[in-house]
């Protein structure tokens, strides 16, 4: 069987419940999987499943300065031509610049203490997820230890820089990437030869319908929303408050939850605040996933208002849930969310038409109930786990895969 190690920048951590789903449902269908982090977990542990995850796993940095000696120590002893030939690789897959340089430096060294980790453990192929810093360190610790490397892409900032320049050579040495969506393998095409276009291949997270069974909507007075994700300026919450905002001057019985941590949260509750809403907007901060699908539960619609996305695992929770949803066309969304059957599609950053789309659902419950039973039935057709990872499963054992060519 073969041993393959999974790699993350940080893990475990909030945001990251869709590489567990992902390591999990593989495991169920037969694979031998290693986790590996290039930074411990930022917070403890908050939930059992966290616990088991952060026992699981094996984090590069926070090492003592002679294990990291030893690596390359080890590695030039061992084998010289190759630890010289990865080190050209890492000084050239780099931003210009000296603080880069310095960087890249850093890079190979903890390539060299991840690959004799992956040596030991017997890994026959590395998978990366996300194509930023973790992903250089798991290219280059592959190249030392010699065997494929691949990786999955997620969101469009992974085609911004820094993370974008080096994206080409990533598409370059991986032996095959994975895609959440057309959209982002639009994105690889864009930026590499049609010669590396076979190696695209889309991949699909996916919900376990286990998970969100058990939470019916606490039909009450008055319609909740409910908005979750990261609190900083490509997610949208300021313009969702101020939609929000306009939504109560014409009904005073809608509530709003906000779910999630992050730079901009001061800066929303002032908003919010100065708006006239603060009483009818919670702000429940970052929750563990079963809280988070709960608070799902009772709401009556999910908001995305998002500026940038790849495609939200929330909104494949949402509906799942059967929950209507609100979200912003851009990106991967609209492969999910087709506008008036399943959902309600805005242009991103337009207040008035997200405001109008808002008050559309919250005075329509009929409306409500189909798009919501239609939601349902989009994510369990394309969007349980299970049925989600068997391309990735045929890919990470070598199986030859169609490339979605063109």
């Given amino acids: 069987m073969t041993r393959i190690a999974y790699l993350v920048s940080e893990y ?38 966290e616990r088991a995850d952060h026992a699981e796993t094996q984090a590069v940095l926070g090492r003592s300065p002679v294990a990291y000696l030893a690596a390359c120590l080890a590695w030039m002893l061992t084998r010289p031509w190759r630890t010289v030939a990865t080190l050209r690789l890492a000084l050239r897959h780099r931003p210009p610049g000296a603080k880069a340089l310095i960087w890249a430096l850093f890079y190979w060294v903890e390539a060299a203490l991840l690959a004799r980790l992956l040596q030991r453990d017997g890994a026959q192929r590395l998978h990366s997820h996300f194509a930023n810093n973790g992903a250089t360190v798991g290219l280059l610790a592959a190249s030392l230890v010699g065997i494929p490397w691949s990786m999955t892409l997620h969101g469009i900032s992974e085609t911004d820089y820094p993370a974008g320049l080096m994206l080409p050579a990533k598409i370059r040495h991986a032996d095959f990437v994975a895609c ?47 908005c979750v994700g990261r609190l900083s300026a490509e997610k ?77 695992l929330v909104l494949m929770e949402a509906m799942g849930l059967g929950r209507p949803v609100v979200a912003s066309g851009v990106a991967g969304i609209p492969e999910l969310v087709r506008d008036g059957e399943n959902g309600l599609l805005v242009p991103p950053g337009h207040v008035a038409a997200l405001a109008g789309a808002m008050l559309r659902l919250a005075d329509d419950p009929p409306l409500r109930q189909r798009l919501g039973q239609a939601a349902r039935e989009a994510v369990h057709a394309e969007f349980v786990i299970d049925r989600a990872v068997i391309p990735l499963q045929d890919l990470l054992h070598g199986k030859a895969a169609p490339g979605e060519v063109g």
């Avoid at 049609?194 to 939470?215: I, M, Q």
């Avoid at 306009?246 to 002032?270: F, H, K, Y």
């Avoid at 100065?274 to 709401?299: K, M, N, W, Y």
């Fill in 236 to 312: 949208g919450q300021h313009g969702l408050l101020e939609a929000f905002a306009a939504v109560r001057r014409q009904r005073s019985d809608v509530s709003l939850d906000l779910v999630g941590d992050g730079p901009l949260r001061a800066d929303l509750e002032r908003a919010a605040r100065a708006l006239g809403v603060a009483d009818a907007v919670t702000f429940h901060g970052a929750l563990p996933e079963p809280q988070t699908i709960a608070c799902i539960g009772r709401s009556d619609i999910l908001v995305l208002p998002s500026y940038m996305e790849g495609l939200p």
């Fill in 12 to 49: 475990p951590a909030p945001s990251h419940t869709f590489i567990r789903r992902e390591i999990a449902a593989l495991r169920r269908r037969g694979c031998d999987i290693g986790i590996y982090s290039v930074r411990p977990a930022a917070r403890a542990p908050q939930s059992e499943q």
């Fill in 180 to 226: 959440a969506s057309w959209f982002m393998r639009a994105q690889a095409m864009r930026v590499s030869p049609v010669e590396h276009w076979p190696k695209l291949h889309v991949v699909r997270c996916g919900v376990e319908p286990e998970a969100l069974a058990g939470h019916a909507a606490e039909r009450g007075v008055g319609v909740r929303f409910v």
